[in-house]
Structure formats: C-alpha cells, structure tokens
C-alpha cells in the first residue's frame, strides 16, 4: 500500500471532518496535505496547489514564513504554555497592547480565545452582562443580519442566519432581531440600490425605536458577509447601522474575524466607513494563519462595567483552557510585524486589481450570475440560467464540481454552494492570481459547459 493510501484509510475509519458529508468523503479521495510555501501546498504525490483559500481565510505571508517559524521557535526555548487565570505572560501582554494600538477606535482591552467563535461568544456575553451591571437588565437580546455568520457555537448559531447551517438547532437557539440581508442582486425588500436609500439599514431605526430597552448589541460582519458568499454591503450601509445603534444606545459588536488584518484592503474593514465599534472579533488571520488564537476587544467604556469590588461580583466569568497561548501570541506578534515592516496591506493593492481584472472577464461567462469582491474576498456564483436568474438544483453540486476541476490545474478553492469563493493569501504575486483566474475560468467552462 502506498503512504498516501495508508494515511486515507486511517483518514477513512476515524477521522471526522467539518462541513463534509461522510457518506460521500471516501467516493472522492482527498489530496493529503504535507507541505506548505509560501502560497502554495504540496500534496503526498509531490503536486503543488496555490492555496486558493487561504487554508479556509487564515494565511496572510504565505505558509512557513521564516520570521513566523522563527518567532515559534524562539518562543519554545522560553514558554509553550502558561496559564493567564492568575498569571500572566511576556508576549501575551505585549500582543495585547500591540491590538489596542493598531484596532480603531477605543478598542483598549484584549480577551483571548482560540477561534472566532468563541470570540463571538465571548463579545456576545460581554455584551448581556454589560448591561446588566449598567442599570439596564432589561437588555437581553441581539440584532443580527439575515444570512449571518458568526461560527459555529450555539451562542454565535443563535446570531448567525444561514438556514442551511443553523436550522436543525433552532429549538436550542435564543431568540434574535433580524436585519434584511444587504444583498443587492436578491434584495429582500425588493429594492433598487442607490435609490433604496439603504432601506435594508434603515430598518434598524424603527426597530430599535421598538424594541431598544431590550436590546443590548447589534453584530455584523463589517462590509462583506462571509459565509453567506461574500456578500458586500452597499457603501455606507455600515456607518449606517453604526450611526443608529450609536443613537439608541445599543452597542455595536464588529465580526472582524474573516476581514480584519488586510483581508479587504484596510487593515480592519470597519476602519473603511470609519467606524468604531463597541466590541471586535478577531481570529483567523490574527497569527498570519498559523496557530489558532482569537481575540475579542473592547473598549474602555465597556470594560469599565465589570470592575468592582471582588465580592460585587462583576467580574466576566469566562475562560478558555488555552487563553494568550505563548506560542500562538508569538506568531501573532511576528505577523503583526511583518505587516508594518512590509507594508503588507498597501502592497496587496495591485493584487487586489488583477483580481478585479480576472473576475471581469470570468463575469462574461455564460454561467456566470454573479462576481463579488471586496478586497482579497471574493466570490464566483454560477447559475443555471443568467436571464432568469435560476440556480442549478443542489443535488447537481455544481460548485463542488467546479472546485475538484480547478485542481487539475494546480488550484485548491472551495465553494459555498455554487458561489466559488476565492481567498488567496495576502502575500499572493499578481502571477498567483492569473494561474487562479485562469484555472478558474478553465474549471467553470469544463463543468457548465462541457
Ligand atoms: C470563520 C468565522 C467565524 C468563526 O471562526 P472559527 O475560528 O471558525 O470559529 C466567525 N465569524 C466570521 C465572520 C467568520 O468568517
């Protein structure tokens, strides 16, 4: 038997995978990852794939970056874990201080976890209790976008809005205020943008207005919706929704986890509409993508309402086992520094455009509904038939189909449903995104047209 067989057939009988039907997993033999440079992963067999995911929106230098690989390195001499329950650390305080100084706004205050979810989860209770030790216990729900999503543990299911993800556990969910989703191909409230006037972000006023003494945050996902399918929100629809909570009295929770740290263009997304939020979410690429490490901010304000005397009993009772681990703080720190060093994020600029070049042509296609970008997010949507906007049926799995093509040409994407999404790594060369383009284009043609 040769390794790679070896490794699926242990991969076969054991191994779980996320968001992957089972049943089907063994039918289609996956590539076994065993090596990453830079943009690109090496599989068993010795074939290279640019990493067209950014291994699921993670990667921002590329894989094994000296510096990163270096700053682990050096940190295992010292530390591999210590506890912040009752001690602290070197780097988990010095990368605290480096979020306060580079987020916007008065985002002064770092609490660590491991993902983005639980960075939601933890802003999300931050939230509740920062009300209920601020005279106002009657603020106990959420507002939340339509097609959200915010992870996937219960209190960020609650707030997400993507049926297909989130319906089965509806009876174990609390209930939330819901936004019309800002999409403005399939407007919910049936309306032409500019000339809606941002209805969809309107709605929030009267809503608010409402139900306001009960609201205690609002959580969106700043500029684009993610895992709904890179859905990017009309100009000012985030200050919009910025300007009313402000209004209200109701805080405002940014989910920076997919687009903070240079993903659309900006180091945080929020920064492009200049807005300041209450409490953010970061993950994902918050280590340059390679150890796991989450962090939610706050700002003074918000933090200020949990200081008391020990037995008031305002403190935030949360915690993870691996909070501010040293390694994963010491990536971060490296990351973080490469960025500035580097200049990162202005140099993803020309990136940014060939992308826009490619997806022009590739919007041409005759199965092509729809393009979508902001940034180094974007996503392909096919459709049956463009005139009448008609979807393929699922069981077709056209995306997916679509996907398995591209890697006969040296690419790994991923689909969501049958929007292709693209996420190269920040450090991805303007010749990265021609290879991505045109195996794009060739999978498209081969699986809509063949
Ligand atoms: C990926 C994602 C999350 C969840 O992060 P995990 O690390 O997968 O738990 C939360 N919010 C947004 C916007 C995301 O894209």
Not at 57 to 69: E, F, K, L
Not at 143 to 156: K, M
């Amino acid at each position: 038997m040769s390794r790679t067989q070896e490794i699926l057939e242990q991969d076969f009988a054991h191994l779980w995978h996320p968001f992957t039907q089972m049943k089907l997993w063994p039918d289609e033999p996956p590539l076994v990852i065993e090596r990453g440079e830079g943009n690109y992963l090496i599989d068993t067999e010795g074939n290279r794939y640019l990493d067209g995911v950014s291994s699921l929106w993670v990667t921002v230098h590329g894989h094994n970056h000296p510096a990163i690989n270096a700053a682990i390195a050096e940190q295992l001499t010292h530390l591999d874990h210590s506890t912040l329950l009752g001690l602290t650390h070197p780097l988990a305080a010095r990368l605290a201080a480096e979020l306060a100084r580079i987020t916007p706004g008065k985002l002064n205050r770092a609490f660590y976890s491991e993902s983005g979810s639980t960075a939601v989860e933890i802003a999300l209770k931050i939230a509740y209790q920062y009300w209920q030790q601020s005279g106002r216990p009657g603020k106990k729900t959420f507002v939340a976008l339509g097609e959200a999503y915010h992870g996937d543990t219960l209190g960020a299911v609650s707030v997400g809005g993507i049926e297909l993800f989130h319906k089965v556990y509806g009876p174990l969910l609390f209930p939330v205020h819901r936004l019309p989703q800002p999409f403005c191909r399939k407007c919910p409230l049936g309306l032409k943008h500019p000339a809606c006037d941002l209805a969809c972000a309107q709605a929030l006023e009267p809503m608010l207005a409402e139900h306001g003494a009960e609201i205690c945050g609002l959580i969106v996902e700043p500029r684009v919706q993610g895992a709904a399918g890179i859905i990017v929100q009309p100009e000012g629809y985030l200050r919009r929704l910025w300007d009313i909570c402000r209004r209200h009295g109701v805080l405002f929770i940014a989910d920076e986890v997919a687009t903070g740290f240079g993903r659309t263009g900006t180091l945080f997304s929020c920064e492009q509409e200049g807005v300041e939020p209450d409490l953010m979410c970061l993950g994902k690429g918050i280590t340059g993508g390679v150890l796991p490490l989450a962090a939610t901010m706050a700002t003074d304000q918000v933090y200020e309402a949990f200081l008391g005397e020990f037995d008031e009993y305002k403190t935030f009772f949360h915690g993870h086992t691996y909070t501010g681990n040293p390694l994963a703080c010491a990536a971060a720190l490296a990351s973080l520094e490469l960025m500035e060093k580097n200049q990162v994020v202005a140099h993803t600029a020309p990136v940014i455009q060939r992308l826009a070049k490619g997806l022009a042509g590739i919007a041409k296609m005759e199965h092509v509904i729809e393009v979508r970008q902001h940034g180094l997010m974007a996503a392909v949507e096919l459709a049956r038939d463009k005139a009448t906007d008609t979807p393929y049926e699922p069981g077709e799995r056209v995306g997916h189909r679509v996907i398995m093509a591209a890697r006969k040409y040296g690419v790994i994407i991923r689909p969501l449903g049958d929007s292709i999404v693209l996420m190269p790594p920040l450090s991805s060369t303007t010749q990265d995104i021609e290879l991505l383009m045109s195996a794009l284009g060739q999978a498209i043609a081969e699986v809509t047209e063949g």
